[in-house]
């Protein structure tokens, strides 16, 4: 599974990004899809994920009612859309897939794409 994330940049305090990440190469076992950050001096935490059909989310409670994840299976395609966004969210997001996503909750994953920086001013 090659994952490869887009969408990161600039925002004021308040402000919103979507971040995507196209999936290729997938197998045939079902994965969850997942968003992770990781700020400076930080491990990488865990933002939210998603099952492949959709119908499963859990969000870290840092973001819980501000960011919003979906996914586009006829496009093999997870976002995650950001409002509200505060200074305390820049950092590295990345995106992430395993077959287990308890594992996830702990901001491990089995495939990885690149991170994308998401900066936020105050």
């Known amino acids: 599974v090659q994952l490869q994330a887009s969408g990161g940049g600039l925002v004021q305090a308040g402000g919103s990004l979507r971040l995507s990440c196209a999936a290729s190469?997938?197998?045939?076992?079902?994965?969850?899809m997942g968003w992770f950050r990781q700020a400076p001096g930080k491990e990488r935490e865990f933002v939210a994920r998603i099952s492949q059909s959709g119908g499963s989310l859990y969000y870290a409670d840092s973001v819980k009612g501000r960011f919003t994840i979906s996914i586009d299976n006829a496009k093999n395609t997870v976002y995650l859309r950001m409002n509200s966004l505060k200074p305390e969210d820049s950092a590295i997001y990345y995106c992430?897939?395993?077959?287990?996503?308890?594992?996830?909750?702990?901001?491990?994953?089995?495939?990885w794409g690149q991170g994308t920086q998401v900066t936020v001013s105050s």
């Open positions: 992430g897939a395993d077959a287990n996503p308890s594992m996830m909750l702990g901001g491990r994953a089995t495939y």
């Open positions: 190469g997938r197998s045939s076992s079902t994965y969850y």
